[in-house]
């Protein structure tokens, strides 16, 4: 009996292939739910910033290559000229600026992201670890990886307040740091926006059921801070002080990508922007069998990476307005971004190397 090979394929392994596919998907454990729509906003009217350079990397030079691998947060002390950030290996490295020279810290055993300076002391959002405070003599101490019972999954973002206080945030409580990805792509607001107060140890969770709540940074006149809700696109303000204390507003939305951590310099908060949304990446937000496909395929591929681009910094100043965007089609996973004079320096969840950006040789500034 001779079987024609198309009719083989028709008959049998089309529906042995579908039915495998169907089984997959049902049986994959994860299961997302639908985004609060309704709280992205479609404001189109927004004026673009005055200060736009979509070719980044033409005005960059590489620091630290290739010996920082991911730099995802930086802070720079300007008594020490250093600036910290924490790789993917546990090291915070330092490179000094004004020396050009790169030097492994401290190894926090776990994944450092965000950084912060509170003195002399650099306090650690490490994702695995903890809130951590590390001395100038290198002493790690936990500061707190709990709140009203719950365990950290993912610390992310910090920022310290000229009173001391730790302002920090959660990403997670229920993925950590490697299955990020899924908490993001998963739709339910797993993150807390906490402080930690180092006077009297107490850790306080500031608002609850947030989506990945990532940077953190606090305004220069103390009264607020601005963290991002990285899948939502959006930054929102948490009021510290005043007549609108405890209460939390939108801060900027619409973000032209996904933000990561966040930094002011006094004037603006430069939002490093992993990557700018794309058709495929709106459908998987409107569409929740579209993030469980993409969870079950890169398991097997990595395809995401194709579609992750125009990484970049995003500013915007202290009452949210948009004045600059800076970025490249060819950088995706920027996470980080502090100004230092007419230099943006930038970290990232995959470069090994940091990017300064030189403002001043942007055509447009
Ligand atoms: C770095 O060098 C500049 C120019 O030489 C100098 O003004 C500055 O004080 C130095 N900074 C530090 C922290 O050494
Ligand atoms: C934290 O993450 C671990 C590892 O993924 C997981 O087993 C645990 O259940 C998570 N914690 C919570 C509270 O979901
Ligand atoms: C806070 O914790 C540290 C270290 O665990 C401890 O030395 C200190 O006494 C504590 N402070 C208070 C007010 O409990
Ligand atoms: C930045 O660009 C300006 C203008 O081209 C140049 O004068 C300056 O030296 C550059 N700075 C660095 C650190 O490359």
Same mark, same amino acid.
């Given at each position: 009996m001779k079987i024609c090979s198309s009719k083989f394929i028709a008959l049998v392994f089309v529906p042995v292939l579908l039915s495998a596919v169907v089984l997959v998907y049902r049986a994959h454990p994860f299961h997302p739910a639908p985004f609060? =729509?309704? @709280? $992205? /906003?479609?404001? @189109? @009217?927004r004026r673009d910033p005055a200060l736009v350079d979509a070719r980044m990397l033409d005005r960059s030079h590489f620091v630290g290559s290739p010996h920082l691998q991911g730099p995802e947060d930086l802070v720079y002390d300007s008594n020490t000229g250093l600036l910290y950030t924490g790789c993917v290996d546990g090291w915070i490295k330092t490179f000094d600026l004004n020396a050009s020279v790169l030097r492994n810290w401290i190894n926090t055993g776990g994944r450092p992201l965000g950084v912060a300076l509170s003195g002399s002391q650099l306090i650690v959002a490490d994702a695995y670890q903890g809130l951590l405070r590390i001395t100038e003599d290198k002493k790690i101490e936990v500061?707190?990886? #709990?709140a009203e019972g719950l365990k950290f999954n993912l610390t992310d973002g910090v920022d310290v307040g000229k009173d001391g206080t730790i302002y920090f945030t959660d #990403?997670? &409580? %229920? &993925?950590?740091f490697h299955d990020y990805l899924y908490d993001i792509l998963e739709g339910r607001p797993h993150g807390r926006l906490l402080s930690f107060n180092p006077n009297t140890n107490e850790t306080k969770v500031l608002?609850?059921? =947030? &989506? $990945?709540p990532n940077g953190v940074a606090i305004s220069p006149d103390q009264s607020s801070l601005v963290f991002c809700e990285t899948p939502l696109k959006r930054c929102r303000r948490y009021w =510290?002080? !005043?007549?609108? %204390?405890g209460s939390v507003e939108t801060f900027i939305d619409n973000i032209p990508g996904f933000p990561d951590n966040i930094h002011c310099d006094g004037e603006n908060y430069w939002i490093a922007i992993s990557s700018s949304l794309n058709p495929y990446l709106e459908y998987a937000n409107k569409l929740q069998f579209v993030r469980k496909v993409i969870i079950i395929v890169e398991s097997y591929l990595s395809l995401l990476k194709h579609v992750q681009k125009n990484g970049g910094v995003y500013g915007v100043d202290l009452? !949210?307005?948009? /004045?600059a965007h800076f970025y490249d089609p060819a950088l995706s996973l920027l996470s980080g971004a502090v100004k230092i004079g007419n230099q943006i320096y930038v970290g990232s969840l995959q470069y090994p190397h940091i990017i300064g950006f030189n403002m001043s040789k942007s055509q447009i500034s």
């Amino acid at each position: 009996m001779k079987i024609c090979s198309s009719k083989f394929i028709a008959l049998v392994f089309v529906p042995v292939l579908l039915s495998a596919v169907v089984l997959v998907y049902r049986a994959h454990p994860f299961h997302p739910a639908p985004f609060p =729509l309704h @709280e $992205f /906003t479609h404001r @189109e @009217e927004r004026r673009d910033p005055a200060l736009v350079d979509a070719r980044m990397l033409d005005r960059s030079h590489f620091v630290g290559s290739p010996h920082l691998q991911g730099p995802e947060d930086l802070v720079y002390d300007s008594n020490t000229g250093l600036l910290y950030t924490g790789c993917v290996d546990g090291w915070i490295k330092t490179f000094d600026l004004n020396a050009s020279v790169l030097r492994n810290w401290i190894n926090t055993g776990g994944r450092p992201l965000g950084v912060a300076l509170s003195g002399s002391q650099l306090i650690v959002a490490d994702a695995y670890q903890g809130l951590l405070r590390i001395t100038e003599d290198k002493k790690i101490e936990v500061l707190t990886n #709990a709140a009203e019972g719950l365990k950290f999954n993912l610390t992310d973002g910090v920022d310290v307040g000229k009173d001391g206080t730790i302002y920090f945030t959660d #990403a997670s &409580y %229920k &993925y950590q740091f490697h299955d990020y990805l899924y908490d993001i792509l998963e739709g339910r607001p797993h993150g807390r926006l906490l402080s930690f107060n180092p006077n009297t140890n107490e850790t306080k969770v500031l608002l609850h059921n =947030l &989506y $990945f709540p990532n940077g953190v940074a606090i305004s220069p006149d103390q009264s607020s801070l601005v963290f991002c809700e990285t899948p939502l696109k959006r930054c929102r303000r948490y009021w =510290l002080q !005043g007549s609108k %204390k405890g209460s939390v507003e939108t801060f900027i939305d619409n973000i032209p990508g996904f933000p990561d951590n966040i930094h002011c310099d006094g004037e603006n908060y430069w939002i490093a922007i992993s990557s700018s949304l794309n058709p495929y990446l709106e459908y998987a937000n409107k569409l929740q069998f579209v993030r469980k496909v993409i969870i079950i395929v890169e398991s097997y591929l990595s395809l995401l990476k194709h579609v992750q681009k125009n990484g970049g910094v995003y500013g915007v100043d202290l009452q !949210g307005n948009p /004045t600059a965007h800076f970025y490249d089609p060819a950088l995706s996973l920027l996470s980080g971004a502090v100004k230092i004079g007419n230099q943006i320096y930038v970290g990232s969840l995959q470069y090994p190397h940091i990017i300064g950006f030189n403002m001043s040789k942007s055509q447009i500034s």
